[in-house]
């Protein structure tokens, strides 16, 4: 399925694979546009070819923006190709749908990425294509993961990079970026103004790759890998519904892109006989940074630009890009897309902690409020087969735990353990 040109959203313009993100004839962005698969219409090969591939997201390279396909071989995880993103655990959380009074949710835990975040997905994809077209530097404008996993694959592939981020990130977040050796660019202002500054150096700079401005149609075709995984795991079919965070909106519209290809291409098998089919697409985001819920709510196809106030700073962006795509997707499937507060978000982290034993980032904890809040308001069918997308990892927003549990002290004395300690257990349910 190989890339053909870069093709604009709203217009359909077509334009060649190179470094450009905006349609110059309406100001849409652009999307990779590919030929059909060389083995459409033979399923088993295409499945068996895939299974062939190595166990990252380059299993998937058929259905990437590449011209030399996969930067590594089949089972290779040689630095040349960059970090091995993807391959996550989809794990099965009896413990948390119980909870939940649902039947069947699953937790896709993509802070088994290399540098714990779905970012590696994104990075790896634009790095890769970067090093195809030349360009002699990574850079990047982030919220936060989206540092980290540049920096790491610029360290892995040889490159210098240049990470921009709001100079109010969490501490572990701009720790776990330098030790890379980026270059880190903290900016006075919040996202949207880094994202500004970085467009306008974009444009001064033609050698840097910016992997979510200039390469964000290649970077964006790494989230479809989630939809393929995920698919995959589930032994070739789709779940009913998937619950994933948006930020800019990219993440969510091409996991919704993902499916469809794969079921164009008759990849996914219904279940129970019923024809397969892109599953509901609900949304999650922060109370203090919903422009995207809101304007769903609203009944809007735009959305009004916010200024963020939240403890989910991976996904404070106020002028999402993806926004009105988000809503057109999440509506299409007969989805949702809803906001949580700070304290459902901290609430959702122990919840999925206590039920699962996976400690996820503030991201992680308003997806997995979101769920909770869908399921408790009933808007979700007990029987659905649900997949919660984690993506990200806690020990990256450490604080906002504090303080969310107790811790005895004793001094080192039996009968004040019996006392203090045991008699005061509770018995998890
Ligand atoms: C970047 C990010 C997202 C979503 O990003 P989009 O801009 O919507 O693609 C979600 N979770 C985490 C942890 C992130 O870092
Ligand atoms: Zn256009």
Not at 400 to 406: A, H, L, Q, S, Y
Not at 416 to 426: A, G, I, K, L
Request: proline share 6%; glycine share 10%.
């Amino acid at each position: 399925m190989a890339a053909t040109s870069l093709i604009c959203r709203e217009c359909a313009s077509t334009y060649p694979l190179e470094a450009q993100f905006v349609c110059t004839k309406c100001f849409g962005p652009l999307e990779v546009a590919y030929a059909p698969h060389p083995s459409a219409g033979d399923r088993d090969a295409i499945r068996r070819r895939i299974q062939a591939g190595p166990r990252s997201i380059w299993r998937y390279a058929d259905f990437l923006p590449l011209e030399a396909g996969s930067p590594v071989g089949a089972g290779d995880f040689s630095s040349d190709g960059g970090l091995p993103a993807g391959g996550t655990p989809l794990v099965k959380a009896d413990r948390l749908a119980r909870r939940l009074g649902l039947r069947e949710v699953w937790v896709k835990n993509d802070a088994a990425n290399p540098t714990h975040s779905f970012k590696d997905r994104v990075v790896a994809v634009a790095a890769a294509r970067a090093k195809e077209l030349g360009f002699s530097t990574l850079a990047c404008a982030s919220t936060g993961n989206l540092a980290g996993a540049v920096a790491a694959a610029g360290a892995a592939l040889g490159l210098p990079t240049y990470v921009f981020i709001p100079a109010d990130l969490e501490e572990q977040k701009i720790l776990s970026t330098g030790v890379y050796g980026a270059n880190i660019v903290t900016v006075r202002g919040n996202y949207d103004d880094v994202n500004r500054l970085c467009t306008e150096i974009a444009g001064e700079r033609e050698d840097w790759a910016f992997v979510n401005v200039n390469m964000r149609p290649y970077y964006a075709e790494g989230s479809k890998t989630l939809a393929y995984e995920i698919a995959e795991q589930l032994g070739w079919t789709a779940p009913d519904r998937i619950v994933a965070p948006i930020a800019s909106g990219s993440l969510f519209t091409k996991i919704g892109k993902g499916f469809q290809e794969w079921i164009d291409l008759d990849l996914i098998d219904g279940v129970g006989g019923a024809a397969p089919k892109v599953p509901v697409m609900s949304g999650a985001q922060a109370l203090g940074c919903n422009p995207v819920a809101a304007a769903f709510e609203a009944g809007q196809d735009v959305c009004r630009p916010v200024k963020p106030d939240t403890i989910a700073k991976s996904l404070a962006i106020g002028n999402p890009a993806d926004g009105p795509y988000a809503i057109e997707l999440a509506r299409k499937t007969g989805g949702t897309i809803t906001d949580v507060t700070d304290d459902e978000i901290k609430d959702g982290i122990r919840l999925l902690a206590e039920t699962t034993g996976i400690f996820t980032e503030t991201a992680g904890g308003v997806t997995t409020a979101t769920l909770r809040k869908l399921a408790e308001s009933g808007r979700i069918d007990p029987q659905e087969r649900v997949v919660l997308v984690i993506t990200g990892e806690g020990l990256k927003t450490l604080d906002v735990v504090r303080g969310t549990f107790e811790v005895t002290e004793i001094d080192p004395r039996f009968e004040q353990f019996e006392n203090d300690v045991e008699s005061r257990t509770e018995v998890p349910v």
